[in-house]
């Protein structure tokens, strides 16, 4: 069955199909009035690659694509300038086009530079085959832009909400279970059983990252973007708490199976004694508390969480020179419970600043600056 969050990131089904469909037919009859060649399949083409859920995305494919096949037919006007289609030329025009689509960041659109080029190359440079494949271009990009930007882009705010939420319901559910767990009877076993249970929440805190990085890429150039901006950090922030969390869990678990092998095979049950057991158990509980109080943006009851920890940290007290592995045994449990204590209080805290996502063309704009930076470094030498 599917989770809640997933059943809710779903669309109105076929609208992205009616989207890209619509993109494509009036691509076509625009170019078609402009009269950009007699047959102008090259505009409808762009706008079916270049339409994505995201108006961030649609943007950056359309960006990407212009970009492409307008140095390619750059790249194709040059060298038929000096030389007709030959192999040599060929080769010439594919390989000039990969290295400078890599060093602009194309990206998915990487080879529709080389693809360009060649065409043009094909026909010796022809000037109305260049802009007629220049203009269709534009046309099919702007189209699809146009479209997305009209017709419902979709923010995914209350889902990435919902699969936070869901995180810290199954987190706390997890160290409520964990706590029932240590004031039951105590094995190896059990401490291997609850690593394991532990490490299976990996995926659930993958899942909630992959719902809010939707969720900022549907806010970028979304002109209804401005919830997501106002609750993107408080959500991101609680985000990051919730994993360190449940890695700061994974070393409870850890440092709970470790104890079990350094005691006689007959004491793994009293690996840690019953006392110190039944005050993790509380700690846990408190923490668990404290986490669902985080997410509803209620009082953390982090006082009642230092007094519990203060307490398990009393029983722990160790001789280093007495038991030197027990001391640094009960050091590493001790460190874990703190790091779930800050990150209870990192989960609460409220970012005062709003989000602004990166710049739509900043991956681009760091490749030339490297290729400044290396051209100003050889100049130097």
């Known amino acids: 069955m599917e989770s809640g969050w997933r059943a809710r990131v779903r669309r109105l089904p076929g609208l992205r199909t009616a989207k890209t469909t619509l993109a494509a037919v009036l691509s076509f009859v625009v170019a078609d009035w402009i009269g950009t060649s007699d047959a102008p399949v090259l505009a409808p083409l762009t706008a079916l690659l270049v339409i994505q859920v995201t108006m961030y995305d649609t943007v950056r494919e359309s960006l990407q694509r212009v970009a492409s096949v307008l140095a390619g037919v750059l790249v194709a006007v040059g060298v038929a300038a000096i030389a007709g289609l030959s192999w040599w030329s060929l080769g010439a025009v594919v390989a000039v086009s990969l290295v400078a689509g890599r060093l602009l960041r194309l990206g998915?659109?990487?080879?529709?530079?080389p693809i360009s080029a060649m065409l043009v190359l094909a026909v010796g440079g022809d000037r109305d085959v260049a802009d007629s494949r220049v203009y269709e271009t534009l046309v099919g990009a702007g189209v699809g832009i146009l479209v997305n930007l009209a017709i419902a882009p979709p923010l995914y705010l209350r889902p990435a909400g919902?699969?936070?939420?869901?995180?810290?319901?199954?987190?706390?559910?997890?160290?409520?279970?964990?706590a029932r767990g240590l004031r039951a009877e105590w094995s190896r076993a059990e401490a291997d059983h609850w690593l394991t249970e532990a490490r299976s929440l990996n995926p659930d805190v993958a899942r909630a990252d992959q719902v809010l990085v939707r969720a900022e890429a549907g806010a970028?150039?979304?002109?209804?973007?401005?919830?997501?901006r106002r609750q993107q950090p408080?959500?991101?922030?609680?985000?990051?708490?919730l994993e360190r969390f449940q890695l700061s869990l994974r070393e409870v678990c850890r440092a709970l199976l470790d104890r079990t092998y350094f005691v006689p095979e007959e004491e793994q049950g009293n690996a840690y004694p019953a006392d110190v057991r039944m005050a993790l158990a509380?700690?846990?509980?408190?923490a668990a508390d404290a986490v669902t109080a985080a997410i509803e943006q209620d009082a953390v009851p982090l006082a009642d969480l230092e007094r519990?920890?203060?307490?398990?940290?009393?029983?722990l007290m160790v001789d280093p020179h007495s038991d030197e592995a027990a001391w640094q045994q009960h050091g590493a449990l001790m460190a874990a419970v703190d790091r779930l204590r800050v990150e209870v209080a990192a989960a609460a805290r409220q970012p005062e600043e709003t989000w602004r996502p990166t710049p739509l063309t900043d991956r681009q704009?760091?490749?030339v600056r490297r290729i400044v930076a290396r051209r100003r470094r050889r100049g130097g030498r």
Not at 170 to 178: M, N, Q
Not at 236 to 241: A, E, I, P
């Open 108 to 113: 998915p659109q990487l080879l529709e530079m």
């Open 162 to 178: 919902d699969a936070v939420r869901d995180l810290a319901d199954r987190i706390a559910g997890f160290s409520r279970d964990l």
């Open 220 to 228: 970028r150039l979304n002109p209804r973007a401005a919830s997501t």
């Open 234 to 241: 408080r959500l991101r922030s609680t985000l990051t708490g």
């Open 282 to 286: 509380d700690f846990l509980e408190t």
């Open 308 to 315: 519990r920890r203060n307490r398990l940290s009393t029983l």
């Open 365 to 367: 704009r760091q490749a």
